[in-house]
T-cell receptor
């Protein structure tokens, strides 16, 4: 089955700096890669996703890049703000909804004031 | 549009008991997936239902089961509870549909926090 590795497990950055979280996946059949943000005691919330026919996607301060050949994808957050502090999860699936999302272990992002 | 809802939000059970959790998807969503979240194992896929059919199941014992009703609401059941079943159980809904990548986006409910004593 699919295996997703996520690094780093904890990331501390100064407010205003950029943060990058990286994930690798094992199954070349995976073609859908979402990122979720989970604040303490709350539900995971989708922040951005990318499909395998796209190499990069941006939404304001957030961007995701995908390298299908290397089987890795990354989340980039620019101009970080205190409200960006949370746990971020990457995930992969084959799409179509049937196989379920395989999640990475999460990255605890800490924004230092 | 109302989001995904789950009931109950908190449950305390003892070993050996069974429990049923409920999930109501976003209106119009036909796919419901269930996940277990623990500090040690993270988020793990339990199973997925679409049009009342289980399409896939994760690597969990048969004590974990589920079903989906004609209105897309879903329930999951855990029998003979063990201490290790203590976790946050999350359901997620999506439009679903076979081979339609646009249907992939999953929206999570708030979860049910299950504590097994």
């Amino acid at each position: 089955g699919e295996n997703v590795e996520q690094h780093p497990s904890t990331l501390s950055v100064q407010e205003g700096d950029s943060a990058v979280i990286k994930c690798t996946y094992s199954d070349s059949a995976s073609n859908y890669f979402p990122w979720y943000k989970q604040e303490l005691g709350k539900r995971p919330q989708l922040i951005i996703d990318i499909r395998s026919n796209v190499g990069e996607k941006k939404d304001q301060r957030i961007a995701v890049t995908l390298n299908k050949t290397a089987k890795h994808f990354s989340l980039h957050i620019t101009e970080t703000q205190p409200e960006d502090s949370a746990v971020y999860f990457c995930a992969a699936s084959m799409g179509g909804g049937a196989d379920g999302l395989t999640f990475g272990k999460g990255t605890h992002l800490i924004i230092q004031p | 549009k109302a989001g995904v809802t789950q009931t109950p939000r908190y449950l305390i059970k003892t070993r050996g008991q069974q429990v049923t959790l409920s999930c109501s998807p976003i209106s119009g969503h036909r796919s419901v997936s269930w996940y277990q979240q623990t500090p040690g194992q993270g988020l793990q896929f339990l199973f997925e239902y679409f049009s009342e059919t289980q399409r896939n199941k994760g690597n969990f014992p048969g004590r974990f089961s589920g079903r989906q009703f004609s209105n897309s609401r879903s329930e999951m059941n855990v029998s003979t509870l063990e201490l290790g079943d203590s976790a946050l159980y999350l359901c997620a809904s999506s439009l679903g549909g076979f081979g339609t990548s646009l249907m992939d986006t999953q929206y999570f409910g708030p979860g049910t926090r299950l504590t097994v004593l």
